[in-house]
């Protein structure tokens, strides 16, 4: 069982930056793949990036790549998204998850815990 909390989101200006964090509880999370995924009002939710186990290996939604980074602190059961030169297309609620795959899963089926949410909002 994994627990997973959001925080770090909130309202941003075109072209800013956030940095969301997602806090795992118990002492197996390395053991999981982790993923960011979001959902913008009236659409259907997205992936929007994984990591392996380790680190050491990622994967992007095309949209996102050269602006978005994932990483994660396993010796704080910690996973980021550092989030740069927003757009307003960027305004979703942002998920964290976890997944027992070892490779880089994409879709939210491979997921298994999943957080509760945080919202992004980018003003034009």
């Known amino acids: 069982q994994v627990q997973l909390v959001e925080s770090g989101g909130g309202l941003v200006q075109a072209g800013g930056s956030l940095r969301l964090s997602c806090a795992a509880s118990g002492h197996t999370f390395s053991t999981y793949a982790m993923g960011w995924f979001r959902q913008a009002p009236g659409k259907e939710r997205e992936f929007v990036a994984t990591?392996?186990?380790?680190?050491?290996?990622?994967y992007y939604l095309d949209s996102v790549k050269g602006r978005f980074t994932i990483s994660r602190d396993n010796t704080k059961n910690t996973l980021y998204l550092q989030m740069n030169s927003l757009k307003p297309e960027d305004t979703a609620v942002y998920y964290c998850a976890a997944s027992s795959r070892a490779m880089l899963p994409r879709y939210q089926n491979e997921y298994t815990y999943w957080g509760q949410g945080t919202q992004v909002t980018v003003s034009s």
């Open positions: 990591i392996n186990r380790n680190g050491a290996s990622t």
